[in-house]
């Protein structure tokens, strides 16, 4: 990737990400990790208590961008996989039967409150999310592109929900909180909303064609293979750690490694460092994780994030970073 195809991308990406914090104010760590899945095509998860802005960013991440289809599927136990697939009617005028695609045939998807659908339903979301199509009635539907699905659930309110299974958890490609925000953001947007909501506003910045060369970019990233090593060597901990069941996926491994170049694509680089790596552990992998029941037990109190935070510390125990000089050993192309 040269010098010039960076500039443009990242010229994009701060565009992009301006634009939806004049609504989604303070959270652009947490935004940037939803725009890297979208890069990357895949997929976010939204964890958080009720209130802190998880739609709002979702139709943002849409409204940002032109030509682009938004739709939203408001799951509950009596939500029924037709209903996000789509399926085939019969059309007396025309004696055959039609298909009429569901939801889940647009660009950006929010599934709000994952959890309250049932696990049929939600199995739904599968192929959808894994190979971007779906099958309806023995035949294969492309979906659109790019295609993002973002799903939120609230963790506090278990009566009525479905937990989300292994296999769907594997295909969210990040998994983050936005929490609430501090108390200078939380009055700006109380000024803001005296007037409507700033969503009503919202321009898109940012088109389809912009989208693909932002994934163009991510694909253009220099990964060191001392550093590549070590991500499969991180992920491979995760599977060897005496609180984890079932440690990351080969999928995760994947994941944290196209991440990682698009975090370094948002941060203006051409190259990937171990402490992108890092920093992306815990949104990327921890939900990939089936922890034993002492450990969850034990960390109830402390959290989700502290949890992370831990497992990742004992991750590099096990696989500790690699030590090398970025400007020795990345080659001059990547670093001009």
């Known amino acids: ?86 399926l085939s009617i019969f059309n007396q005028k025309e004696r055959d039967f039609e298909f009429r695609p569901g939801p889940v045939f647009a660009n950006v998807v929010l599934v709000d409150e994952i959890n309250r659908a049932m696990p049929k339903t939600q199995s739904a979301l599968l192929e959808a999310m894994a190979e971007q199509q779906v099958t309806v009635d023995g035949e294969t539907r492309r979906l659109d592109d790019p295609f993002l699905v973002m799903a939120t659930q609230n963790p506090i309110e278990y009566e009525g929900t479905f937990p989300l299974p292994e296999a769907q958890l594997d295909r969210f490609f990040v998994k983050t909180t936005l929490g609430y925000p501090n108390a200078e953001d939380e009055a700006r947007i109380v000024e803001e909303q005296m007037g409507g909501h700033p969503l009503g506003h919202l321009e898109p910045v940012v088109g389809l064609d912009d989208i693909h060369e932002l994934r163009r970019a991510v694909g253009g990233v220099f990964v060191h293979e001392a550093v590549a090593r070590w991500t499969v060597d991180l992920v491979r901990a995760t599977r060897e750690l005496d609180v984890v069941a079932i440690g990351s996926s080969v999928r995760g491994t994947l994941a944290l490694n196209r991440a990682a170049r698009a975090w370094a694509v948002l941060h203006q680089r051409r190259y990937v460092t171990p402490e992108d790596v890092e920093q992306l552990f815990v949104a990327v992998l921890v939900h990939r994780i089936l922890f034993r029941p002492s450990f969850l037990a034990e960390i109830r109190d402390r959290g989700w994030d502290a949890a992370g935070l831990e497992i990742r510390a004992r991750c590099l125990e096990r696989a500790p970073k690699p030590g090398f000089d970025i400007d020795l050993d990345v080659p001059a192309a990547a670093t001009a």
């Open 1 to 86: 990737m040269s010098p010039d195809e960076l500039g443009s991308a990242t010229a994009i990406a701060e565009r992009f990400l301006d634009n939806i914090e004049t609504v989604v104010h303070g959270k652009r760590e947490q935004i940037k990790l939803v725009v890297a899945a979208l890069m990357c095509g895949g997929h976010a998860l939204l964890e958080d208590v009720p209130g802190t802005a998880k739609t709002v960013l979702a139709r943002a991440i849409a409204g940002s961008i032109s030509g682009s289809h938004a739709t939203r599927i408001q799951c509950t136990p009596d939500l029924q996989p037709t209903d996000v697939t789509g």
